[in-house]
């Protein structure tokens, strides 16, 4: 059997028994990542030259020269089956590696996901502006992006343009038209493909990655010529995901962008995804910071340590805590509370909360 077949075998396997994610390490069985957890396969160990050799011919020619020079490359594969992959290949220790993330070919629905679809389906209807999704890798922000882009195709006529590293779900046009271009096959990068966005007459624009300030520039430029941008950030909670924006921007430029981005910002939400109670799998927890005039001045003064008490004050607007929707998730019954008060980033109002009692400005509510 070939190294091919082999690893075909392998990821249809990943699929029939719901893997989010296969890992393949130099002279070891593969494992795969179910319901959070690593569990290894019942195979032979994977050679050196096995995974040299999967690397090399599923890699798109455009990036093999990237994987030879740096050691490490990103790219999308799709198997015979149909199912498709983004792909790392890295080396450690001077051996290949792969981690291989499935990704539906279906783009998934908020209901789908146990998403908050009211807010979410409201900031897809905003005419302009910039919505980021935030958390740490995994966390399913791409997931989420998806929802959205999908919610807007089958809602709106929009024209979409999404730059991608690598193209992860794919979109049949429904109502919107949808142009997907993926950094090193499209266009170079998230910066040139931000430059070049704005004379393709987008409506709606998706940045995979706020990775730097040229490109975070361009965002903010788009959002406020009419167009409606979605982005990812690497960021725990809001207070992190706006103080790290500022970080792109030396001191003396940070008061004018209080203003700006004061003004072009629509929400940051951010995930977290935790076990779920009944049949396996994992529920995402959201922090979800909606900015209405309470948000923008906060910002616009930057007072960026009273975002989470603006957060948990402004629940009509749609905003809300971790600890709101983990007190809502485990009264729910749909995870434990346990592994709530474990991802709490305050584990001990989350435990005063559940035993009903909450604190207002007033002094103890019970």
């Known amino acids: 059997m070939s190294v091919l077949e082999t690893l075909h075998g392998l990821l249809s396997l990943a699929v029939e ?46 990036f093999y020269d990237l994987w030879v020079k740096n050691r490490q490359v990103d790219y999308s594969y799709s198997a015979p089956d149909g199912s498709r992959f983004r792909v790392n290949g890295f080396l450690q220790r001077g051996l290949p590696s792969v981690v291989m993330r499935h990704v539906s070919n279906t783009p998934p629905t908020f209901a789908e996901l146990n998403l908050d ?3 979410l389906a409201n900031l897809c209807h905003e005419k302009n502006g910039i919505v980021l999704l935030c958390g740490a890798t995994g966390s399913g922000k791409s997931s989420t992006l998806a929802a959205m882009i999908n919610h807007i195709n089958h809602t709106l006529d929009r024209h979409i343009v999404t730059l991608e590293d690598p193209i992860e779900f794919t979109y049949a046009d429904v109502k919107s038209i949808i142009n997907q271009r993926e950094i ?8 040139q493909g931000m430059r070049s966005v704005l004379r393709q007459d987008p409506d709606v624009i998706l940045v995979g990655e706020m990775r730097d300030r040229e490109t975070f520039e361009t965002a903010l430029q788009a959002s ?15 207070q992190q995901a706006v103080q790290r924006l500022f970080e792109f921007y030396p001191e003396e430029r940070k008061h004018a962008l209080q203003r700006q981005l004061a003004g ?11 076990p779920a109670m009944e049949g396996g799998g994992r529920m995402p927890v959201t922090e979800a910071f909606v900015l209405d005039a309470l948000g923008r001045k906060t910002i616009m003064d930057g007072h960026f340590e009273k975002i989470e008490p603006v957060i948990e004050a402004s629940e009509d607007n749609g905003s809300k805590t971790f600890n ?33 009692i909450f604190l207002s400005s007033g002094g103890i509510v019970s």
């Open 224 to 238: 406020e010529t009419g167009h409606l941008v979605f982005g990812t950030l690497h960021a725990s909670n809001a």
């Open 17 to 62: 028994n719901g893997a989010s994610d296969v890992h393949i390490k130099s002279n070891k069985p593969a494992y795969l990542r179910l319901s959070g957890r690593l569990e290894s396969v019942e195979m032979d160990p994977i050679t050196p030259e096995e995974v040299r050799e999967f690397i090399e011919q599923s890699v798109p020619a455009e």
């Open 117 to 119: 679809s009211p807010t």
């Open 324 to 356: 709101q929707d983990l007190y809502r998730l485990v009264k729910a019954g749909l995870v434990a509370k346990d592994d709530a008060i474990k991802n709490s980033p305050n584990p001990r109002q989350l435990e005063m909360n559940l035993k009903g």
């Open 184 to 191: 090193g096959i499209d266009c170079p990068s998230f910066a």
């Open 264 to 274: 072009a910002l629509r929400a940051t939400i951010t995930q977290k995804l935790l």
